[in-house]
């Protein structure tokens, strides 16, 4: 059974303080690994797609990479328009739909 | 363009009754998904649309849960007996199918927030 787990549950920064949220996972035949941002009331909102590690990708101050067995979103110099919730999901090899994590809740403060 | 279009955003509703959610998918996409998140937690996978193919309906958590999809668009979710556990907000997303599948990504809604009372 696919697993994805996402660390810390919770994470508060000040402004400017880098830091890295963390999603191990277990699935079968990983066919990408899906980064999204949540906002309060909204439906998530997509950042980045990897597919192999050592595969990396950045927006802005964020930047995502992925190993066999995780991936890890830094975000870097963090601005309190930063504060949501950052969901990885897992797509496998057979049928399309992503398995979620339980999200980090990122709060930065000025 | 336009995103994917839920309604209605909130629904109240007494226990046993029935609900009717709907999802208008971004044009072009064939892939349709919902997707069940309740409070402080992750998204829960519901049912799965591709095209003319028949759903992926693994994830449904009982019997008094259903879902169509007409002429490979609109699709209905629908919840009968509504009990007070299936409070959550119901999450509608699409993506590219076919051969383009592997690698797109979900476009979600924004959701309806259902709570039966």
């Known amino acids: 059974e696919d697993q994805v787990t996402q660390s810390p549950e919770a994470l508060r920064l000040q402004e400017g303080e880098s830091s890295s949220l963390n999603c191990s996972y277990t699935?079968?035949?990983?066919?990408?690994l899906f980064w999204y941002r949540q906002d309060p009331g909204k439906g998530p909102e997509f950042l980045f797609t990897?597919?192999?590690a050592g595969e990396e990708k950045e927006k802005e101050r964020l930047k995502a990479t992925l190993t066999k067995k995780e991936s890890f979103l830094h975000i870097t110099a963090p601005k309190p328009e930063d504060s949501a919730t950052y969901l990885c999901?897992?797509?496998?090899?057979?049928?399309?739909?992503?398995?979620f994590g339980g999200g980090t809740r990122l709060m930065v403060k000025p | 363009g336009a995103g994917v279009s839920q309604s209605p955003s909130n629904k109240v509703t007494e226990k046993g009754k029935d609900v009717e959610l709907r999802c208008d998918p971004i044009?072009?996409?064939?892939?349709l998904y919902w997707y069940r998140q309740s409070l402080g937690q992750g998204l829960e996978f519901l049912i799965y649309?591709?095209?003319?193919?028949?759903?992926?309906k693994s994830g449904l958590p009982s019997d008094r849960f259903s879902a169509e999809r007409t002429g490979g668009s609109v699709s209905t979710l629908t919840i009968q007996r509504t009990q007070q556990e299936d409070s959550a907000v119901y999450l509608c997303?699409?993506?590219?199918?076919?051969?383009?599948?592997?690698?797109?990504?979900?476009?979600f809604g924004n959701g309806t927030r259902l709570t039966v009372t």
């Open positions: 699935v079968s035949g990983l066919r990408g």
């Open positions: 997303a699409s993506s590219l199918g076919g051969r383009s599948s592997y690698n797109s990504p979900l476009h």
């Open positions: 999901a897992v797509r496998r090899g057979a049928g399309n739909m992503l398995t």
């Open positions: 649309f591709q095209g003319n193919s028949a759903p992926d």
């Open positions: 990897l597919y192999s």
């Open positions: 044009s072009g996409h064939t892939a």
